[in-house]
């Protein structure tokens, strides 16, 4: 399992990926499609993702936006797992 991460090292981590932000205990995003049938590919993507890591985000899905939020639920807060996924899911978009 990950060890939880500091602020400091959260701060320096979304460097990486600096569309997604830090909110209490997770990291979020929201992407956004022209439509929704885009917007259910895309769910379903990082679906396929989440199964292979075996690690799974919090989704709100409405109609053309789409807000993914990542946190480590056993460990209570953000963790490398977290940043991995969120990596992954910017792949998408890409």
């Known amino acids: 399992?990950?060890?939880l991460l500091s602020a400091?090292?959260?701060k320096e981590r979304l460097k990486k990926i600096p569309e997604w932000e830090?909110?209490?205990h997770h990291i979020?995003?929201?992407f956004e499609?022209?439509?929704f049938t885009q917007s259910i590919d895309f769910v379903n993507a990082?679906?396929?993702i989440a199964e292979d890591e075996d690690h799974h985000p919090d989704i709100d899905?409405?109609?053309?936006k789409i807000r993914v939020a990542l946190s480590t639920h056993s460990e209570g807060g953000v963790t490398d797992l977290d940043f991995d996924l969120a990596e992954k899911?910017?792949?998408l978009t890409e």
């Open 28 to 30: 979020e995003r929201t």
């Open 1 to 3: 399992m990950s060890n």
């Open 89 to 91: 899911i910017e792949r």
């Open 61 to 64: 899905i409405r109609y053309t």
């Open 46 to 48: 990082v679906a396929d």
């Open 22 to 24: 830090v909110e209490k």
């Open 8 to 10: 400091k090292e959260i």
């Open 33 to 35: 499609f022209d439509d």
